[in-house]
């Protein structure tokens, strides 16, 4: 079945600094890939997505590729701030449209 | 334009007893799906409803059922609980056939068995 493996966590770094979380998956077919934030007591909001191969999703400062040939969709953000400070999670949809998500990673970033 | 409401917001209830959560889509979409989050972990796929059949589902056993209405409002049981089934409830929404824009989802369920 498809699967999503993440970058462990927690990752803690200062206001400014850049952000990658990592994020490789498998799964049949041409899959939907994504990101979508959590924040503390609340769902989870689509950040970002890229639907085939090469695509570049970006939203709010993060992007993610989409490359094929590695199975990945990294995360990266050039300047991290404090209100980013959030758990983040890569999913793949596949045709059948069921999201499999990763186990998050936890981003704390301090003044 | 409300997006995807859950509820209740908080539970508790006892082993062996039985749950109902609820869910209400967002406006235009007609496709629910339930996700069951542990602490620390990702959502896991329970199942997936449209057309108010069950279309997709996860490795959950029986005693997890769900519901789809005609209004497309869903409702997902859980009977006999154990303790493991102590978790947030997630209930996304889409429109069918557009699997590339993703899920939008509420702000959960979270149950806790005693």
């Known amino acids: 079945g498809d699967s999503v493996t993440q970058m462990e966590g927690p990752v803690t770094l200062s206001e400014e600094a850049f952000l990658t979380i990592n994020c490789t998956y498998t799964?049949?077919?041409?899959?939907?890939l994504f990101w979508y934030v959590q924040y503390p007591g609340e769902g989870l909001q689509l950040l970002l997505k890229?639907?085939?191969?090469?695509d570049k999703g970006s939203n709010k400062g993060f992007e993610a590729t989409y490359r094929k040939e590695t199975t990945s969709f990294h995360l990266e953000k050039g300047s991290v701030q404090v209100s980013d400070s959030a758990v983040y999670f890569c999913?793949?949809?596949?045709?059948?449209?069921?999201?499999?998500f990763g186990d998050g990673t936890t981003l704390t970033v301090k003044p | 334009d409300a997006g995807v409401t859950q509820s209740p917001t908080h539970l508790i209830k006892t082993r062996g007893q039985q749950v109902t959560l609820r869910c209400s889509p967002k406006?235009?979409?007609?496709?629910v799906s339930w996700y069951q989050q542990a602490l620390g972990q990702g959502p896991q796929f329970i199942f997936q409803?449209?057309?108010?059949?069950?279309?997709q589902r996860g490795n959950f056993p029986d005693r997890f059922s769900g519901h789809q209405f005609p209004n497309y409002s869903s409702e997902l049981n859980v009977n006999a609980l154990l303790l493991g089934d102590s978790a947030l409830y997630l209930c996304?929404?889409?429109?069918?056939?557009?699997?590339?824009?993703?899920?939008?989802f509420g702000s959960g369920t979270r149950l806790t068995v005693v």
């Open positions: 999913a793949v949809n596949t045709n059948a449209g069921k999201s499999t």
């Open positions: 406006s235009g979409h007609d496709t």
């Open positions: 996304a929404s889409r429109l069918q056939g557009v699997t590339n824009y993703g899920y939008t």
């Open positions: 890229a639907t085939k191969a090469d």
């Open positions: 799964a049949t077919g041409y899959p939907s």
């Open positions: 409803y449209y057309e108010e059949e069950e279309r």
